[in-house]
C-alpha cells in the first residue's frame, strides 16, 4: 500500500483564498504609501518653510505616515546595524574588547548629541533637498533604536548553545549559512522584544527627531513629532489631544502588523518551548495571513531561493578546519592592535581637550561636572522613588495573570509616550503653585523609564514557580516575612535589568526633561541636560562636546561602579534555576 | 484500629474551569481518611488529580463540594500542623539550608534561639549537617529533597503531605532517602502523627505504606484500598512483596487497560472516543521487548515495567494504544501480542508502517475519518478547525486536542496523512 499520491499543485493553487486579497491590498497599499512619501522627501528643502505644520487634525494622517515610514526605516538601519556590528564583537575576540564597551558608550550619549555632529554631513548628502533632513531625522531614530538591539544580538551570540554550533559545523554549514540559519533564529525572541523597546525609545525621543535646531538651521519636518512640537508652541491642548490619539493609533497598527506576527513566527525559535502542539502560544491574526496566503509564499520564494543559493557560494567546512595557521604570532598581533588602540585613545583625547577644554576653561569644566552631579542626583531620587512604587504593584500584578494582561500593553504604550506631551501639565502646575522647577521638572524624567522597572518586575513575579508559592502558603510565610524572603528576592534580579534600563534612559530623557516649554513659557533646571540643550540651539560645539563627554563619562562610570556588580550579584544569588 | 482520626474528606469534589466555558471535572466523590501512626498511599497516574487533592488538605485550594476535616475542625485555608514535601522540592534558592528549614518557624514567631535549636536538630536528624550555609543549587537532588524534608518536619506537624517526593531523584538516591525516612519513622523519631504520600510508583507504594488507595482518572476518585500488612522493612525480593504488586497491576489494568474495547468497531461508533497520544516509537519498543526473548509473546506487566525502567505512567498508556490497535491483548497483569502485533514485531519498516495504517483505519474512527475527508476533498486538505470543532462537541477542549494529536503522530508514522503545524491543515501531501 503506497500512500499519499502527490496531489496536483496547480488544484491548489487556482482558488485565491481571503487571506491572498487581504495580503495583496497591504502590499498595494504599502507601495502606494511608501511612493507618495518618497514623492514628497525629494521636494526641495525650502518647501519646508513654505509649509508649516498644520494643527488641522486632517492633516494627521499624512503625518503619521511619515513618522510610521520613517520609524521603519531607522528600525531597518538598526537591523543591519545589529547583524554586523554585534556579529563582529562576538565573533572577534580582539574586536569585542574594543566593541562592546563602545557600545556602552554610544548608549550614553544624548540624542541631540549625535544630531549636532551629524546634522551637516546628512544635509550635504541631498544639497537643498528635504531628502538631507531626512536622512538626519532617519539617523536620530536609529540612535534611539539600535543599541539595546545590538547588545541584545551580541548576548545571543555569545550564549549559542555548543551543541547546536557543533551540529552546524559536524553538517559543514559555512560561516554564513550557520550565522542565518542557527545564530540568527536563536537569537531571535530576544531581539524581537528588544526591536519593541526600541520603537517606545524612538516615540519618546520623537519630537526631538523631527523638528530640531543646530545654531542657524531650523528643521521641522512634517511628522506627529513635529506636530506635536507646533502643538506646544501654539499652546493647543486640542492638538495635544489629537496627537496622542494618532500615535495610539499608528502604536496599534505596528503591533497588529508587525510586532504581534512577529512575536507568534519566533515562538518557533525558542530554544526552551515544549513541543506541544496545543500550546497557548502567541496567535496573531496578521501572521495567519502571511502563512495562508499564496502571494506572500509567492513574494517569499525568491528570497528563500536566494537565501539558499548564498549558502552554497562557499564550499561546505569539511575536517578540522578548526584553525588556520596565522602568519604571525599571536602575541604579536595583540601587542600591534593594542598599541594601534592606545595611540587612537591618546590622539582622540588630544583632539577633545584641544578643542573643547582648553578653549572652554577649567571653571566651564567645573560647572558642567557639577550640573552632572544635579542630574545624577535627579536620576538617583527618582529610580529610587519609581522603585519603591512600582516594584510592589508589579508584583501584585506579576501574581495574578488576569492583572498581567490588562497591565502588560498599558505600560507598553506608557514607555512609548513621549515627555513633551506632558509639558502643558508640567507648566501649568509649576505655574500655579509657584514651584522650584529644579526640583518639579525632575519627574518628566522617568515618564518613560519606569516603565521598565514595571514589566521587568512583573516578568518576575510571574516567573515565580507554583511550588515556591505553595510552599510559602503551606508554611503561612505572609506579611513582612513574605516580602523580605518569598516576593523581593524573588523580582531582585528582574528588577535590577529593568533598573539599569530605566536608570540609563533616563539621563537621555534629561535633555528633554530639563528645559520645557509651553507657549512662551519655558522653565529650566539646572543640569547637564539642560546644558547640552542650550549649547545645541546655540550652535556651540565646544559645549556640545563637553556635555557629551560628561554624561557619558557619568553614565559609564554609574554602570560600571554600581549596576554591573549588582547585576551579577543577582544573578549568583537569586537566580531561580 | 483504635488510634485517632487525623484526617477525614467525605464527597469531595473540585472542577476547574476551562477556556471554552465548560468545566473540568479534576475530583468527585474522594473518600479518605487518615490516621494516627499510619502512612497511606495515594497511587494513581499523573493527571488524575492525586497532587490537587493533596493541595486540598493544605488548604492551598478550596474544593466545589464535600467535607475536609482535619483534627476534627473544617479545612479553610493553610493550618497549622499540615506540612507539605514538594516534588521539586520548593526550596528557596536565595536562602541557605539553613536559612531554608528556619523559615517556617519564622512564619510561627517563635523566639529566635529556639527557631535556631530546632532547626539544627531537624538539620541533624535528616542528615544534613554540615551543609547548614550552603545555597540549595550547591547541593545534589537528593540532599536538596532531604533540606524539603528538615523543612517540613521542623514545624512539627500532625500530618506530613508528600506530592511525589522522590519521583524527581534517581533511582538510586530516591532508594537511600526512602529507606531512611522510613527508618526514622520505625524509630518513631519523626515528630509527626501519620503521612500521606502522593506516588505513581506502585513499588514505592508498597514498601513504604500501611495502605493503598488507588486513584482512578477522569474524574479522580478512590477505586480501592489495599491493605500491605507484612511487616518492614519490606524487602523487593520477598514473595510477598512481588504479590503485593502483582495484586496492584492486576487492579489497575482491570480499571484501566482492559476498559479498552475489544471488538472491531461498527462504522460511526467510538469515532469520538478521547485518545492518549502515544509515540510510535515507544509503540514499536514495547512490542519489540514482548515479541522478544524472555518473553517471547507473553509479558507479566510488573516484570516488563522494571526491564523497560517504564513507571506504569508511562507504561499503561503504551499497553492501552496496542490494545486499541489490537497488536496487543492486556488481561489480568499480562500483555500478549496479537498475530498482527507480532507481524509487526519481525517486519521492516515499511511493513510495519503498512500494518499500523491498516490498524489505524480499522480500529481508529477518527484517523479513517479524516483520511476519508480528505480523500473526498477536491484539494485533498482540510483545516485543524474541521476537526478539532468537531470534536470538541463530544468531549473537553483539552481532551480533543490531545485526541488529535495521537491521530497526527500515529498518522504520520503510517504516512496515512499529513498535518503542517504552522497552517494548521490536515493534507495528503507530503514534502517532496
Redesign the interface.
Known amino acids: 500500500m503506497r500512500i499519499l499520491p502527490p496531489v496536483s499543485v496547480e488544484a491548489r493553487r487556482l482558488l485565491p483564498s481571503v487571506w491572498d486579497l487581504l495580503a495583496a491590498v497591504l502590499v498595494l497599499g504599502f507601495i502606494v504609501l511608501f511612493a507618495s512619501a518618497s514623492q514628497a522627501v525629494i521636494q526641495p528643502l525650502a518647501s519646508l518653510t513654505q509649509q508649516p505644520i498644520s494643527l488641522d487634525p486632517s492633516a494627521l494622517p499624512g503625518y503619521a505616515l511619515r513618522t510610521g515610514l520613517r520609524m521603519l526605516v531607522a528600525l531597518g538601519f538598526s537591523l543591519i546595524f545589529t547583524f554586523t556590528y554585534a556579529t563582529w564583537a562576538a565573533k572577534s575576540r580582539r574586536a569585542g574588547t574594543l566593541l562592546v564597551p563602545l557600545l556602552d558608550i554610544l548608549q550614553s550619549i544624548p540624542i541631540l548629541g549625535f544630531l549636532s555632529v551629524t546634522l551637516v554631513f546628512f544635509l550635504s548628502l541631498a544639497p537643498g533637498r528635504i531628502l538631507g533632513a531626512e536622512f538626519a531625522a532617519i539617523f536620530l531614530i536609529f540612535t534611539s533604536q539600535a543599541w539595546n538591539m545590538a547588545f541584545s544580538f551580541y548576548q545571543s551570540l555569545r550564549t549559542v548553545p555548543t551543541e547546536l554550533s557543533e551540529a552546524g559545523r559536524v553538517f559543514g554549514l559555512n560561516g554564513w549559512a550557520r550565522f542565518w540559519r542557527i545564530e540568527v533564529p536563536f537569537g531571535m525572541p530576544q531581539l524581537i522584544w528588544n526591536m519593541m523597546m526600541s520603537m517606545s525609545g524612538a516615540w519618546f525621543m520623537l519630537v526631538v527627531s523631527e523638528a530640531f535646531t543646530v545654531g542657524n538651521t531650523s528643521i521641522t519636518l512634517p511628522g506627529i513629532g513635529s506636530y506635536i512640537a507646533a502643538a506646544i508652541a501654539a499652546r493647543s491642548l486640542r492638538a495635544i489631544m489629537w496627537a496622542i490619539l494618532a500615535m495610539l493609533v499608528v502604536i496599534l497598527i505596528f503591533d497588529q502588523l508587525l510586532f504581534r506576527p512577529l512575536v507568534a513566527w519566533a515562538d518557533r525559535f525558542r530554544i526552551d518551548a515544549d513541543t506541544n502542539d496545543n500550546d497557548e502560544a502567541a496567535e496573531s491574526w496578521a501572521l495567519k495571513m502571511f502563512r495562508r496566503s499564496k502571494l506572500m509564499d509567492a513574494i517569499g520564494l525568491p528570497f528563500d531561493a536566494l537565501m539558499h543559493w548564498t549558502y552554497r557560494l562557499t564550499p561546505p567546512e569539511q575536517g578540522s578546519s578548526a584553525t588556520r595557521p596565522s602568519l604571525v604570532p599571536p602575541w604579536f598581533a595583540n601587542a600591534v592592535w593594542y598599541a594601534c588602540l592606545s595611540l587612537l585613545v591618546a590622539y582622540v583625547l588630544w583632539r577633545v581637550a584641544n578643542f573643547a577644554a582648553i578653549p572652554l576653561g577649567s571653571g566651564e569644566i567645573l560647572d558642567v561636572f557639577l550640573r552632572g552631579f544635579a542630574t545624577l542626583a535627579r536620576v538617583i531620587v527618582l529610580i529610587a522613588l519609581a522603585s519603591l512604587i512600582w516594584t510592589p504593584i508589579g508584583i501584585h500584578v506579576g501574581l495574578r495573570p488576569h492583572l498581567t494582561k490588562i497591565v502588560q500593553p498599558v505600560a507598553q504604550f506608557l514607555a512609548a509616550f513621549p515627555a513633551n506631551l506632558l509639558f502643558p501639565i508640567a507648566v501649568s502646575l509649576i505655574a500655579m503653585w509657584r514651584l522650584n522647577s529644579n526640583i518639579w521638572l525632575s519627574p518628566l524624567m522617568v515618564l518613560g523609564t519606569q516603565w521598565y522597572i514595571l514589566f521587568n518586575v512583573i516578568a518576575g513575579a510571574s516567573a515565580l514557580p507554583h511550588e515556591l508559592r505553595d510552599a510559602s502558603d503551606n508554611f503561612q510565610i505572609k506579611g513582612w516575612l513574605w516580602w523580605r524572603k518569598v516576593a523581593l528576592p524573588a523580582v531582585f534580579p528582574f528588577y535590577v535589568t529593568g533598573a539599569i534600563t530605566a536608570s540609563g534612559g533616563s539621563w537621555n530623557a534629561a535633555i528633554v526633561a530639563e528645559i520645557v516649554e509651553w507657549g512662551h513659557t519655558t522653565l529650566r533646571a539646572y543640569g547637564l541636560g539642560s546644558y547640552i540643550q542650550d549649547a545645541t540651539t546655540a550652535g556651540d560645539f565646544r559645549k556640545i562636546v563637553l556635555g557629551i563627554a560628561v554624561m557619558s563619562f557619568f553614565v559609564v562610570v554609574v554602570n560600571r561602579l554600581f549596576w554591573r556588580p549588582l547585576y551579577w550579584y543577582a544573578e549568583r544569588k537569586f537566580r531561580l534555576g | 484500629m483504635g488510634a485517632a482520626t487525623l484526617l477525614e474528606i467525605h464527597d469531595v469534589r473540585r472542577t476547574f474551569p476551562k477556556p471554552g466555558g465548560d468545566q473540568l471535572l479534576v475530583l468527585d466523590g474522594v473518600d479518605l481518611s487518615l490516621r494516627e501512626g499510619e502512612i497511606v498511599g495515594l497511587l494513581g497516574r499523573s493527571g488524575s488529580g492525586k497532587s490537587t487533592l493533596l493541595?486540598l488538605i493544605?488548604?492551598?485550594a478550596k474544593p466545589q463540594g464535600g467535607t475536609l476535616t482535619y483534627l476534627g475542625r473544617a479545612i479553610d485555608g493553610?493550618a497549622?500542623g499540615?506540612?507539605?514535601v514538594?516534588?521539586?522540592?520548593?526550596?528557596?534558592?536565595?536562602?541557605t539550608v539553613l536559612?531554608n528549614v528556619e523559615?517556617?518557624l519564622?512564619?510561627?514567631h517563635l523566639p529566635e534561639k529556639e527557631i535556631r535549636t530546632r532547626a539544627l536538630a531537624a538539620i541533624d536528624l535528616i542528615g544534613l549537617d554540615g551543609y547548614e550555609s550552603a545555597?540549595p543549587r550547591e547541593l545534589s537532588g537528593g540532599m536538596r529533597q532531604r533540606v524539603g524534608f528538615a523543612?517540613a518536619l521542623v514545624?512539627h506537624p500532625n500530618i506530613l503531605l508528600m506530592d511525589e517526593p522522590f519521583s524527581a531523584l534517581d533511582v538510586l538516591t530516591a532508594e537511600n532517602l526512602r529507606t531512611d525516612f522510613i527508618d526514622l519513622w520505625l524509630d518513631k523519631k519523626l515528630p509527626i502523627k501519620g503521612v500521606l504520600l502522593v506516588t505513581h510508583n506502585i513499588e514505592e507504594a508498597v514498601q513504604m505504606c500501611d495502605r493503598v488507595l488507588l486513584f482512578s482518572t477522569n474524574p479522580g476518585r478512590v477505586v480501592t484500598e489495599i491493605k500491605i500488612d507484612t511487616p518492614r522493612p519490606r524487602e523487593r525480593t520477598d514473595p510477598a512483596f512481588e504479590d503485593y504488586v502483582d495484586r496492584i497491576y492486576v487492579e489497575m489494568t482491570a480499571r484501566r487497560v482492559e476498559r479498552v474495547p475489544r471488538q472491531a468497531p461498527t462504522a460511526g461508533v467510538n469515532l469520538y472516543a478521547p485518545l492518549t497520544h502515544v509515540s510510535s516509537s515507544l509503540i514499536a519498543g514495547l512490542i519489540e521487548a514482548v515479541a522478544a526473548a524472555p518473553y517471547n509473546g507473553k509479558a507479566d506487566l510488573p516484570d516488563i515495567a522494571s526491564d523497560l525502567q517504564l513507571e506504569i505512567d508511562e507504561l499503561f498508556p503504551v499497553a492501552e494504544a496496542l490494545q486499541l490497535l489490537r497488536l496487543g491483548d492486556v488481561e489480568g497483569g499480562d500483555i500478549k501480542l496479537t498475530h498482527m502485533g507480532k507481524r509487526f514485531a519481525d517486519a521492516d519498516n515499511n511493513e510495519r508502517k503498512?500494518i499500523f495504517?491498516?490498524a489505524l483505519m480499522s480500529y481508529v474512527p477518527l484517523a479513517g475519518h479524516i483520511r476519508r475527508v480528505l480523500d473526498e476533498r477536491?484539494?485533498?486538505?482540510a483545516p485543524r478547525r474541521r476537526f478539532i470543532d468537531e470534536l470538541e462537541d463530544h468531549m473537553t477542549e483539552?481532551a480533543s486536542?490531545?485526541t488529535?494529536?495521537a491521530v497526527?503522530s500515529w498518522a504520520r508514522f503510517?504516512?496515512?496523512?499529513?498535518y503542517d503545524?504552522?497552517?494548521e491543515t490536515f493534507?495528503?501531501?507530503?514534502p517532496?
Open positions: 493541595r493544605a488548604g492551598l493553610p497549622g499540615v506540612a507539605m514538594f516534588q521539586s522540592f520548593a526550596l528557596f534558592p536565595w536562602l536559612e523559615i517556617g519564622e512564619a510561627l545555597y523543612r514545624v503498512e495504517s491498516r477536491t484539494n485533498h486538505a483539552e486536542q490531545e488529535l494529536r497526527v503510517a504516512e496515512l496523512f499529513s503545524k504552522e497552517s493534507s495528503l501531501e507530503n517532496t
